[in-house]
């Protein structure tokens, strides 16, 4: 039986993975689950799956978890310490599908001990790739993407020589505003950039699809996973959100990616590598389908993608600046402190302000400097909200 744990089990990626691994019980042991705040979601899978352990990162609800898993027998924890603990209990495959910079820590741990671990948390590639992929191989654990766009290139790279590479484009459905008018952008509310037109995902990575904040990521996420020149790298919006990315090769052929907007073939695939196996999403009908159409990322109306490029060309620690900032950007967003584009303003502001304090930047990648890069930039990133 494989060994199993899944970080961020309660949210969107969290259970599409439990949906797969359901229909198969008698073939995964699981370890540990994890969950936020949600503790009636997290003991109910927790009960269902037979887990080991349930740990909630919000320690104010961990009576409320104990209550709900007693007579049991699966063990409950609470905080950032029980999280990393549960991390490091044995595992074959780990699931990193927490949001946000939170979730580098116990990916790592996890690394540590050797198991695979499907990374959904993008943010620990921005904020710390290199560190991932060297830990992974100091210790002969294996990443393999989540994100849609990044296993839809790790797919089309299976058997290729990185040398014959030209070019990867990954592809945006251009979020909740793509047809707005630019001047109305002002004015979008939380909950208007909260409906994606095609996927189904959790608040945050849908307000950040609407802004490309998202994708701005996923760009640095691909040249930390794959170790690709950023000047390979090309963003294209394509509405349908059929095509997830492409690899041109220098022989001129374009391989892409396509296949429905279900979060569950990137899992299974990550879950049953290297095999494939049958997987319960739906065939796309190209007749049906009819057309698929694609329009340039425009930088005007998207500033994140230009931010993007200047962290790549800036290096060392400054994906956690802007990650933190665009997290913090984000929160107020949400909480309606400041506008839909006044998250890039913070943002941009950020990382002027942190990599123009010597060295910081460029301190070395360590998780203790990207913790410290991360508390600084969101220091700024709330003053700068203040000032302004
Ligand atoms: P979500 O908000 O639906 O779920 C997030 C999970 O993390 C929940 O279990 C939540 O309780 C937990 N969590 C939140 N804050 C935490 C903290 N501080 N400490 C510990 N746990 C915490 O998010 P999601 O949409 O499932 O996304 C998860 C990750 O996967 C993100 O990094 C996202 O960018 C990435 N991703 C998601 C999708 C998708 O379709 N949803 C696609 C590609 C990548
Ligand atoms: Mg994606």
Known sequence: ????????????????????????????????????????????DAR??????AVCADETCLAELRELLAGTGIETAAG???????????????????????????????????????????ESMVCAGPLVMQTARAHGAAVLPVDSEHSAVFQALVGEDLAAVERVIITASGGAFRDWPLDRLASATPEQAAT???WDMGQRITIDSASMFNKA??????????????????????????????????DGALMAHVGPPDMRH?????????ARRALPVERLDLVKLGALTFRAACETRWPALRLAREVMAEGGLSGAVFNAAKERALDAFIAKRIGFTGMAHVVEQTLNRVSAQNGLIHAGMSLDNVRAVDHLARETADMIMLQN
């Open 266 to 274: 990137a899992i299974g695939y990550a879950l049953h590598h290297p």
């Open 48 to 53: 269902k799956l037979g887990a080991q352990i």
């Open 80 to 122: 950032e310490t029980a999280l990393i603990e549960a991390a490091q209990r044995p595992a074959d495959w780990v699931m990193s599908a927490i949001v946000g910079a939170a979730g580098l820590a116990p990916g790592l741990e996890a690394l540590k001990t050797g198991a695979t671990l499907a990374l959904a948390n993008k």
């Open 196 to 198: 994606h037109p095609n």
């Open 1 to 44: 039986m494989r060994r199993i744990s899944i970080f961020g089990a309660t949210g969107s990626i969290g259970q599409n993975t439990i949906d797969l691994i359901a229909r198969e019980p008698d073939a995964y042991d699981i370890v540990a689950l994890s969950g936020g705040r949600n503790v009636v979601q997290l003991a109910h």
């Open 217 to 250: 990521l996923e760009v640095i996420e691909t040249k930390e996973f794959f170790d690709i020149d950023p000047s390979l790298i090309e963003v294209v919006v394509h509405p349908e959100s059929m095509i997830h990315a492409l690899v041109g090769f220098n």
